[in-house]
């Protein structure tokens, strides 16, 4: 199939041209809003649990065609079909064949989601699933552990025999758990050693996860010291630092996880303008503070970092790109040529409508 330009156009349009998902009767309503429909799945071990998603295949279906998976993560709002949405326009943009690719967004349900019916599901905070806090009711299960257990999903030879890459990308608070992912999580080195690629995008989050005390120092952000204690006591905990660690990684070394997560596929991405020190939805906590004032000095700070924390031989499989012109808005992010390539392997020649990408400003 001959590649197709994405433009702008197109991702205004993503709501209504959104194509494709299985019919779940457990959502009646959206049947009657055409917005798209979610599923539900089976996950975990013994008795397991549900948990719901959208897709753009019916997850009861024949997947031995399925080669390539792409988990698209939500953000704040926890609004699955909102993502789904742009994922199914950009998937169709990219040129793939649509037959041999499985589009997640999973869905975690929050406490103030009651009229989604996501019933007999496991329920989080509405930060909680953030930062992979066990849900507040329902299974007592991880939101990092259900990562788990859909990439396991997805990459079980029995269902998916002919899948070969898996991509994990989130925007906003969904990169925060998508980055927390790529670091804490003990199952990538064992499914790349079946021989599948395993991916991150990590797309403007408000915040990282740092492997010591050290913090970027004002003004500049390009050098690293411990962060004051006397202005933010806890600044060093989970979910920014590695004290009082997430349930789900306890016991974790930071050099032993940066070691480990330097050789994990990380792609990250931050536009250029986002860099408003007053967003509506930025982390404003004294932890997220002292990793700097906006997402913008943030994701240039961290990136700093990976190689401030490095030992001189230390190899890298990450890269980092600014998206140009572009600010806290997944459409334009995904769909930029950085973003395209990183979640749907388009090439930036056939996406001539997307925002143009730089390497980072540091």
């Known amino acids: 199939m001959r590649p197709v330009r994405l433009t702008a156009l197109g991702l205004i349009l993503t709501a ?18 055409g917005k798209p429909q979610w599923q539900r799945v089976h996950l975990g071990q013994g008795s397991g649990y ?3 998603v959208y897709a753009n295949h019916p997850l009861g279906g024949d997947m031995r065609g399925i080669r390539e998976v792409v988990f698209i993560q939500h953000g704040l709002r926890r609004n699955g079909d909102g993502y789904y949405a742009t994922g199914a326009e950009l998937l169709k943009a990219s040129g793939q064949n649509p037959d041999e690719v499985l589009l997640i967004a999973p869905n975690f349900p929050g406490t103030p989601d009651a009229a989604k019916h996501f019933d007999n599901m496991p329920v989080w905070t ?16 991880s939101s990092l552990q259900v990562l788990d257990d859909l990439v396991a999903y997805v990459t079980d030879k029995l269902r998916f025999p002919a899948v070969t890459k898996v991509t994990v990308a ?25 021989g599948i690629d395993l991916r991150y995008v990590v797309a403007n989050p408000s915040s990282y996860l740092y492997f010591t005390p050290d913090r970027p120092v004002a003004p500049d952000y390009k050098r690293f010291a411990p962060y004051s204690t006397a202005v933010c006591p806890g600044y060093d905990e989970y979910r920014y630092g590695m004290q009082d660690m997430v349930a789900y990684a306890k016991g974790a070394d930071g050099k032993t996880l940066y070691r480990r997560y330097m050789q994990r596929k990380v792609t990250y991405l931050v536009g250029s303008k986002d860099n408003d020190p007053n967003h509506r939805v930025l982390d404003k906590s004294c932890g997220a503070e002292a990793e700097g004032p906006t997402r913008l000095q943030r994701a240039r700070a961290y990136w700093r970092y990976d190689s401030f924390l490095g030992a001189p031989d230390q190899t890298s499989t990450h890269r980092s790109f600014e998206v140009v012109g572009v600010g806290h808005d997944q459409s334009r992010m995904f769909g930029s040529q950085c973003g395209a390539q990183a979640v749907f392997g388009m090439a930036p020649a056939a996406n001539a409508g997307g925002a143009a990408c730089r390497a980072p400003q540091l």
């Open 170 to 194: 989130g925007h906003s608070a969904g990169a925060q758990i998508v980055h927390r992912y790529a670091v804490l999580n003990n199952v990538d080195e064992a499914v790349r050693a079946r």
């Open 50 to 52: 549900d948990f719901p």
């Open 16 to 33: 209504v041209l959104a194509a494709g998902c299985a019919t779940q009767s457990d959502a009646p309503q959206a049947a009657a809003t």
């Open 126 to 141: 509405v930060q909680g699933w953030i930062s992979g806090e066990d849900a507040a009711s329902g299974v007592k299960v």
